[in-house]
Each structure stands twice: as C-alpha cells, then as structure tokens.
C-alpha cells in the first residue's frame, strides 16, 4: 500500500458543481496534514492546512477522518480557476519528511 | 523581491556539462529544500537545509551536489547527470519544519541531452 494515495482523476466537472477529493495515508500516527494546488507546468502552493476537527475556506473545506484513514477536499461553486491538480501531503509520525501524493487533477469547464 | 526566486527557468545541458542551479529566499525562513518532480511521480524530496546546515540527503546521487552559504541561498550543482534526471527541480523554503506551508519557487525545468 502507498504511504499517500489518491485517485489521479482527472475529474471534469461544470462551473458551479461541487467536487470532493480523497486521500488515503496509510501511516495510522500521522499528524499533519496538507492540501496543496499545483496548475500546469506551476510550482505547488498551499491551500490549506487539514485539522482534526476540519477547516472551511471559503468554498474549500478540509475534514480529517482517523478512523478511516483519510483526508477530503471539497470545493464548492466550482470556478474555472479551481483547474489545477491538487496534491495530498501528509507528515507520519516521528518523521520530519512530508510524504507526497500524486495528486488528483481537476477540471473545471465552462 | 520576494518569496523564493529559482533560476534558470529552464536549463538543458549535454551529459557531460557542469551547472548550477539557483535558489533565493526572501521570507526570512530558516529552512530550504531541494525537491524534484518527473512525470508520474510525486514529489521527491532530495535536501534539506536548515539554519544553512544540511539535515537531510535522501539517497541522492552524489551527481547532484548541494550548496547552503546561509539561510537565504540555495544551489544545487549539477555535473555528468544522465538523461533520466529530466525533471523539474523545486526549491522551497519554511519556517520551522514547514507545518504552516513550504513555499516553492518557480522551479528549473532540466533537459538532459
């Protein structure tokens, strides 16, 4: 199993639709968790930081489940901007590297 | 300026050529890292840097040779790569170990002919 998995997609939705994206980690202690977008031939940016009790955004929201070992990204109101692949990060417990999902790409059409 | 500045943009170099690639960092961060991203693979982190000492080599070819004369500047020197080292090389930097987001600079898109 991958330490951080994600269906590569792509997902093509219309303008307005709501999307919603998982990541699995397969490390039970893992503690941190990242959402990060990356548009074509750009560099990675932040999104959002995922917490336990999960984060809204605006039309982002992050939501943690330990149980199930898993992260979601929703998005709502989706824009033509919103295109971009979006990676997983997670960091695994008394390990300061990040490990890095594939990332799932998002198409957003008009 | 600021955030991170990477240069070349671009950069394609025979197997035999030497070069270096270039990170800066205006964020006042105290961590840098050197990543690299090919086609269907996630990100591969290679160095880190923190405090400008090295914390982290994660099994790179000594063919990639790392450069931190202080926490604001970043280099990566390159030298008999090989064809499969294409790739997009990515700096970042953070403060801390990164918990509140790594920011990447444009990156240097490499060709190796």
Known sequence: ?110 | ETGVTQTPRHLVMGMTNKKSLKCEQHLGHNAMYWYKQSAKKPLELMFVYNFKEQTENNSVPSRFSPECPNSSHLFLHLHTLQPEDSALYLCASSSGRGDYGYTFGSGTRLTVV
């Open chain 1, 1 to 110: 199993r991958k330490e951080v998995e994600q269906d590569p997609g792509p997902f093509n939705v219309p303008e307005g639709a709501t999307v919603a994206f998982n990541c699995t980690y397969s490390n039970s202690a893992s503690q941190s968790f990242f959402w990060y977008r990356q548009d074509c031939r750009k560099e990675p940016k932040l999104l959002m930081s995922v917490y336990s009790s999960g984060n809204e955004d605006g039309r982002f929201t992050a939501q943690l489940n330990r149980a199930s070992q898993y992260i979601s990204l929703l998005i709502r109101d989706s824009k033509l901007s919103d295109s971009a692949t979006y990676l997983c990060v997670v960091r695994p417990e008394n390990n300061r590297k990040l490990i890095w999902g594939l990332g799932t790409s998002l198409a957003v059409n008009p």
